[in-house]
């Protein structure tokens, strides 16, 4: 499979930004492969032009994307997708968004598909993202806020990858606002994650006062264990 999922624990986990570093290092160091960036539904969406930048303006804007493309189906309500499609008076085409993955993975030599919420967050009345990853047959890594209660979030998630069948290739924790070494150890210490998980935890993000600077967020992937990404990390050997 040349996708890989980007999931959380929630909102605000930090998906977005492991997304954008992944790109950015792809970018920088693979020029000679080509990478899809894919945010199937976006909700929460004014358009390119509103005043909160949503995630498909800024992957159109970075990486010169169609945002019609990154997104097939963005929503304007900041909801969950199906209160939001309802609120429309449309539904959640699933099979358009299997469409837009497959074209995608036609596409492309790789493709990062940035779920939205968490793992148990609804796609439809009838499925999560969880389940979608299943459908796919999408491998995810789950990005994981440091904050307090960060263990018991990636406990459940990690629970429900499992019954959900879906491969968690790894975590990485992210510092959503900035962090001391004694913060990070009190909150998300990766060594008992690791334990009650038995997932490995493939780096820290720390945090970044401008999350568009493709350098820094370069630099940040290539901290990461990318190893364990395989078959992305691959492509990329020998390269950073």
Known sequence: MNALLITGTDTDAGKTVLTTALAAYWQTYCTAQTLGILKPIQTGDSGLDGVAESDRALYSRLFKRDPNEVTPLPFVAPLAPPIAAAQEGRRIELDK?????????????????????????????????????????????????????????????????????????????????????????????????????????????????????????????????????LPLASLLSGIA
């Open 97 to 229: 968004l299997w469409q837009a993955f497959e074209a995608m993975r036609q596409k492309y030599d790789w493709v990062l598909v940035e779920g939205l919420g968490g793992l148990g967050s609804p796609v439809t009345n009838e499925t999560t993202v969880a389940d979608l990853a299943w459908d796919w047959h999408v491998p995810a890594v789950l990005v994981v806020p440091v904050k307090l209660g960060a263990i018991g979030q990636t406990v459940a998630n990690v629970a429900l990858a499992r019954q959900t069948r879906v491969h968690l290739k790894g975590i990485v924790l992210n510092c959503v606002q900035p962090c001391t070494e004694q913060e990070i150890a009190n909150w998300a210490p990766a060594d008992l994650i690791r334990s009650l998980t038995s997932i490995p935890v493939l780096g820290l993000m720390p945090h970044l006062p401008d999350p568009t600077n493709l350098s820094a967020l370069a630099q940040i992937a290539s901290d990461l264990d990318l190893e364990s990404l």
